[in-house]
Every structure is written in structure tokens, then in C-alpha cells.
């Protein structure tokens, strides 16, 4: 009677928290999470960017859950459908997904829910949910929402499109009455309009949160060489610990997995040219581990939930800024201390440029296009905070500098060499772009082997002694990313030409000064050390873990993992590993005291409840 009374009074954001409560187990909505549900609640429909990890799938699933009838969600990967799934089961939620994988009898049974309206949440594709005897099917239930997941990938400025996206819009004309949900978590100021038009969304409100990730810690550097020695070296560096590597290439990410497995690293390719099983099982490998490294084309990561992974590394640089934030994003779900670490090189520019050059695509597109190459590596080469970019990228205002990226902790000096650039210039002239970086270097240092008559006599040939030929690369590296110089691929072996000619006659007349940087490598190293030992500091914080409760930790550790393979789910979509921690601290001694922490729910509770006091109590007791 006296919940009834209760249940009357309360305003539906309320209602929202007490399942936010009971079936999630969270104490308090983080972020916009409760506007967006008000709105959605309230009819409307809306647009929500929030961060990686700033808890998008609550602001569908709850309202999925209260409104009546059903709560479709379009997402695009069938992996993150299960996961999501999975985890919503695990919760007690009444969720399935309905995908080209799942067999008629259970597609059967998954309809016979539906159209009973024993179902909360429906996941499906973009074209699954546009197949005309789809919508036919779903205008005869009634629809709570319609959520659209990775709504970026709706539109070409963004960084991921996909043309099953476009499709969407119609959506608004076919369930004019029910309210739907984009949301993202990378979309800059132009995306964000384009999705807004694209999905009818105009009239709705847009909920931005900040793009901030402050348990992420970023670095850049140039690529040294050749090779896979330098990613060797970092992920040796970090063992014990979850780490995702992206390259560039297919062959790369099995070569680099090799190298790494030689070491001693648990280390796991991935690529969209695998075998279908192989990727799953992979991915699932991956999932399970408390450190595994994968090492993986962008074909891996979207949906991808692993809370725990500790670091990713850019063997091969991103494709733009968003890519950045979103791949790096994939770092420190958990909200405990991450690396985000980027390796890139002018190669990989003059590549990302010439690409965008040959695409089949409208010339104002192409020329969003090269900008964002052109500021993805103005960031990677900068001399500012790296955080502070990004989020101003994304239109953030009053932002400050993070104080921990490796910019912020002041590993780079910056020397004026804008004589010396006047030189590799003029050189670049001279040799009229018939030769590649090295022999332009030779030619500055008046090394070139077998030199020509010709070339000796050019007034530009040994011009240089005052520079190393590590110097004069470098210089060469900086005016390629400044777009003075350009590299023409020539076929993998590129040659070196002069860019952009207004800026080059800039520099020779000396209104345009270039300035070097250089990173102390030393400093850089001892910066790191400081960074990793109060990194674990923090981690050890933030589980609020003493020594003393670590035996039982790893206990129920070790429950989860067996509960975990035995229902094939990740050991994650069951306790996060800061739930376990909490538990090991406070070791409730019954179902009250366990259903205080935070992440379980009543679901949970009652299905591993007594399991959980068990492990407990066998410590105890
Ligand atoms: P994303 O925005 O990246 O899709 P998710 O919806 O997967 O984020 O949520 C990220 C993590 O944060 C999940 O593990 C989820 O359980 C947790 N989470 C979401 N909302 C809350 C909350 N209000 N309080 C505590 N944890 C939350
Ligand atoms: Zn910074």
C-alpha cells in the first residue's frame, strides 16, 4: 500500500532511478543521463553525445523499460548487439537481438515475445530494422522508442559512415509518434547537424556532454625507422595488463602479434580478412583474459565493452580525430587510469592525403576530408595539450590543459630553424622532386653517393654541415607535416618535392619562421616512470583496495571467471572488476549488505547472490 502511495507521487525521472537502483545497481545517474531519459520519457524525441563510457545505453534502455511497449535499438555490429544483450539478460531485462546469426525457431520465439509484449528491448541492424516486411511486422506492436546507436554513422563528415544509415530517416515519416534516440560519442559541431538533419531530429534537443576523458593519459610520437621495435617496447613495458594495438594493415597486425608472442606477450591478431569463427573466438579469448593484447586492423573495436583494457597503442596512426577518441576511447572504460599512445610518421600523412585524394566522393567532402587529415596531425605533432585539442575540436569551450599528457609534463623543447628550413627549400627546388628524403638529406650534408656532375655543381649541394643527418631528417619531417614540403608516393618510394608555394615563399622571405621540436628523451622517460607508478597508485586507489582484501579479490575473481565460462559470457558482463573490489572490501555478510554495492541489482543478487556471500563467508569464516 504504502509503495503504491509512493510509486503515485513520484516524478517518472524518480521512477527512472529506482530501476537505475534496483536493476542496475547504481547509486546516481552520472552526467546527462537523467535529462536524456527525462526527455524521452516525456515523448520527445532527442540527440545525446556523451563520452565512451559516459553510460549512453542506460538513457534507452531505461525508458525502454517504462514506457509501454517495445524498445528498438539500431546498432550496427552484431558483436556489440550480443554484449549488450548478454548484459541486459544478466540484469533480468527482457532483451534479444534479431540478426542475420540467430536461427528461425528462435527468430520465431523472439516474434512470439514481441508481439505478446513480453519484450523490453529489440537490438537489430539498420537494414534488418528497414527490410519492408520488418516494418511492417513492427507498425502492428506498439513501440516505447526507437534508439539509434553510433548515430556518426549516419553521416560523411563523420568519420565512420555507412550507407545502411541513411536509410534511417524514413523512420521518422513511418513511427511519426514514437520517440526516437540518436546517440554517439564522437560527432564535432558539423556531424552533429548533419545527424540532426539526416534523422529528422532538427526540432529535438541535443544533449552534449564534454568530450573530457580524464582517466585517459595521452601521448604522441614521431615512428623512428622501420619496424615493430617501438610497439615491442611499449607493450613489454606494460605486462600484466589489457592492451589494444591497432595497425595499418592486415599483415601488419599478424606480423606485430608475432613479434609481441616472441616476447613472451599474450598477444592476438584480428582482422576483418580472418575467418569468421577465428575473429569470434579471438574476440572472446580476448574478452575472458585479465591481459591479453590484441593486436588488430579498426575492424576491431566498435562495441567492444572490455572495461579493462589498460592501454591502446596507434602502430599506424588514426584516420582523423574523431577515429582518435573513439579508438583510444576504448582505453579505461572502467574509469580507472589508461594510455592512450600514437605513433605516426609524414609517410603516414602523405598516404591519409593521397587516399582522400582518390576517393570517389563530392569535392566538398573531399576537402572536409583532407582538413581532418591535415588536423589530426597538426594534434599528433603539436606542442599543446593533446586533451585540451580534442575537446576543442569537438567545439568544447574554457577548456584547460589536462596537466598529464606528455605535452603537458614537458618533454618539448622547440628551436628556431628557419634558416636551415630555407635550405632543405631551396634544396627541394634544385632537385626538382626527382629524389626521396634521404638523398635530399645526402645532398644538404654533400654525401650523396656517386654524385652527378650536375648535382655537385648545384649551389645547394654540402650546404648543410651544421645539422646531423638526424637533424636534417627531422627538419625534413617537420616541413612535410607544415605541408612546405610534399612527398609524392611514387609507388612506396616516395620522392620530395616542394608544397605549398605560397607558404614556401613565406618562408624564404623570412615571414614564416619554422620551428623545431625536440623531444628530451630522457626527461620523456623519467616523466613516464613518475606517470606509471602513481598510475597504479591511483588504480590501487580507486579499487580501494588493501592488501589485506586481496586474497579474497582474487577469489571471487576466480568464481566469476568459472560462472563466466560456463555461460560463455565475458567475466565482465557479470561483475565489473570494481564491483568484486567492493565486495572484497566490505564483505557483506547477507543479501542486504550485498545488494549496497554498487552494480548489483536485484537481478544479480538473486541469481548469484548466495554464491557470492558463499565465496565471502568462506574467508570469513
Ligand atoms: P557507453 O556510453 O560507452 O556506451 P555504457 O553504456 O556501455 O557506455 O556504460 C559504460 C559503463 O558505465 C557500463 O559498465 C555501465 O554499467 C556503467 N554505468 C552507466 N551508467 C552508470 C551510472 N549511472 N553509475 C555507475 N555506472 C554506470
Ligand atoms: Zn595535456
Not at 606477450?265 to 575472458?288: K, M, N, S, T, W
Not at 622532386?433 to 648535382?455: F, I, M, N, Q
Not at 618535392?497 to 623570412?510: I, T
Request: net charge neutral.
Amino acid at each position: 500500500m504504502q509503495s503504491a502511495v509512493a510509486e503515485l507521487d513520484a516524478t517518472p525521472l524518480d521512477r527512472a532511478r529506482d530501476i537505475l537502483r534496483r536493476t542496475f545497481g547504481h547509486a546516481e545517474f552520472r552526467g546527462l543521463q537523467a535529462p536524456v531519459i527525462a526527455e524521452v520519457l516525456a515523448g520527445r524525441s532527442a540527440m545525446a553525445v556523451l563520452p565512451t563510457g559516459g553510460g549512453k545505453s542506460l538513457c534507452y534502455q531505461i525508458p525502454s523499460m517504462m514506457r509501454p511497449g517495445l524498445g528498438l535499438v539500431v546498432s550496427p555490429l552484431i558483436a556489440l548487439m550480443t554484449d549488450q544483450v548478454a548484459a541486459m539478460q544478466q540484469s533480468g531485462v527482457a532483451a534479444a537481438r534479431l540478426d542475420s546469426n540467430i536461427d528461425p525457431a528462435e527468430k520465431g520465439e523472439i516474434w512470439r515475445r514481441i508481439e505478446a509484449g513480453e519484450l523490453d528491448l529489440l537490438y537489430v541492424s539498420p537494414e534488418g530494422l528497414m527490410a519492408p516486411w520488418m516494418l511492417e511486422r513492427l507498425a502492428q506492436v506498439p513501440l516505447a522508442l526507437i534508439a539509434i546507436d553510433e548515430a556518426h554513422c549516419v553521416s560523411q563528415w563523420g568519420h565512420d559512415f555507412r550507407p545502411d544509415y541513411r536509410l534511417l530517416g524514413r523512420l521518422a515519416d513511418i513511427f511519426p509518434k514514437v520517440p526516437r534516440l540518436a546517440v554517439t560519442a564522437t560527432a564535432d559541431a558539423r556531424t552533429r547537424d548533419d545527424i540532426r538533419a539526416e534523422l529528422r531530429l532538427t526540432d529535438s534537443a541535443e544533449f552534449v556532454a564534454s568530450f573530457a576523458r580524464p582517466e585517459l593519459i595521452l601521448s604522441a610520437e614521431r615512428k623512428r625507422g622501420a619496424g615493430h621495435k617501438r610497439v615491442v617496447e611499449l607493450v613489454t613495458a606494460r605486462p600484466g595488463r589489457s592492451g589494444v594495438v591497432y595497425a595499418g594493415s592486415r599483415d601488419n597486425t599478424e606480423k606485430l602479434a608475432q613479434a609481441l608472442r616472441d616476447e613472451g606477450v599474450p598477444a592476438l591478431a584480428y582482422h576483418a580478412g580472418l575467418e569468421r569463427q577465428l575473429r569470434i573466438d579471438r574476440l572472446e579469448q580476448f574478452l575472458q583474459a585479465d591481459a591479453a593484447v590484441m593486436v588488430a586492423t579498426i575492424a576491431f573495436g566498435m562495441g567492444v565493452d572490455k572495461p579493462d583494457v589498460r592501454f591502446v597503442i596507434h602502430a599506424d596512426p588514426p584516420a582523423s580525430i574523431e577515429a582518435y577518441w573513439q579508438e583510444i576511447g576504448r582505453a579505461g572504460r572502467d574509469g580507472d587510469p589508461a594510455e592512450g599512445i600514437t605513433l605516426y610518421g609524414s609517410a603516414d600523412m602523405a598516404w591519409a592525403l593521397r587516399r582522400t585524394a582518390e576517393r570517389d566522393v563530392d569535392e566538398a567532402v573531399k576537402q572536409v576530408q583532407v582538413r581532418k587529415v591535415r588536423q589530426l596531425y597538426t594534434l599528433l605533432d603539436g606542442t599543446g595539450c593533446r586533451a585540451a585539442a580534442v575537446r576543442r575540436y569537438f567545439g568544447e569551450e574554457g577548456v584547460e590543459a589536462c596537466g598529464q599528457c606528455d605535452l603537458c609534463t614537458g618533454a618539448v623543447e622547440t628551436t628556431d630553424a628557419t634558416q636551415q628550413a630555407q635550405k632543405a627549400l631551396s634544396a627541394a627546388v634544385r632537385l626538382g622532386g626527382r629524389y626521396g628524403r634521404g638523398r635530399l638529406v645526402d645532398h644538404l650534408l654533400g654525401k650523396t653517393k656517386d654524385v652527378s656532375d650536375h648535382e655537385a655543381a648545384l649551389s645547394t649541394w654540402g650546404i648543410g654541415p651544421e645539422f646531423s643527418q638526424a637533424a636534417w631528417r627531422d627538419l625534413t619531417d617537420q616541413l612535410l607535416f607544415e605541408g612546405l614540403l610534399r612527398e609524392d608516393p611514387n609507388d612506396g618510394r616516395p620522392l620530395v618535392g616542394v608544397g605549398d608555394a605560397e607558404a614556401v615563399r613565406a618562408v624564404f622571405r623570412g615571414e614564416r619562421r619554422v620551428l623545431v621540436q625536440t623531444r628530451a628523451e630522457a626527461p620523456a622517460k623519467e616523466a613516464r616512470k613518475g606517470r606509471k607508478s602513481r598510475e597504479s597508485r591511483e588504480s590501487r586507489e580507486s579499487l580501494a583496495l588493501s592488501p589485506a582484501d586481496q586474497p579474497l579479490f582474487e577469489a571471487l575473481r576466480a568464481w566469476r571467471s568459472g560462472e563466466a565460462k560456463s555461460q560463455h559470457v565475458p567475466p565482465y558482463v557479470i561483475f565489473h572488476d570494481r564491483t568484486l573490489a567492493e565486495i572484497a572490501t566490505v564483505k557483506p555478510t547477507g543479501r542486504a549488505a550485498l545488494e549496497r554495492i554498487n552494480g548489483v541489482g536485484e537481478g544479480k543478487l538473486a541469481r548469484y547472490g548466495e554464491a557470492v556471500l558463499q565465496v565471502v563467508g568462506e574467508f570469513e569464516g
